[in-house]
């Protein structure tokens, strides 16, 4: 019922910069807490950034002062601009949102996830 699809990763060398982009489609009536999570292979995919609907913005301490996370509701989008990239930050980044989606004449929750998108800093 709700689509993420997240765009803007690639391969940047260390102290570069990316900008990625994520859309939700589908039958959504709204979007409460938007936010980017990343994972690399072996390890757990954590936090990076989050995004409530007023504003309200959460980082990991590993990307503070490096990384700003901004929402656009009118297009159900939200954003990750990466600034100073290390190499430790190359992993897997996520979309996730939570939603109210329609489902008839009702609506209902929802935790939803993009496919991911790769993000490759050389050194």
């Known amino acids: 019922q709700v689509q993420l699809v997240e765009s803007g990763g690639g391969l940047v060398q260390a102290g570069g910069s990316l900008r990625l982009s994520c859309v939700a489609s589908?039958?959504?009536?709204?979007?409460?807490?938007m936010g980017w999570h990343r994972q690399v292979p072996g390890k757990q995919r954590e936090l990076v950034a989050s995004?409530?609907?007023?504003?309200?913005?959460n980082y990991a301490d590993s990307v503070k002062g490096r990384f700003t996370i901004s929402r656009d509701n009118a297009k159900n989008s939200v954003y990750l601009q990466m600034n100073s990239l290390k190499p430790e930050d190359t992993a897997i980044y996520y979309c996730n949102a939570d939603v109210l989606y329609y489902l008839g004449v009702s609506y209902y929750p929802a935790n939803s996830w993009g496919q991911g998108t790769q993000v490759t800093v050389s050194s």
């Open positions: 995004i409530t609907s007023g504003g309200n913005t």
């Open positions: 589908g039958s959504i009536k709204s979007i409460n807490a």
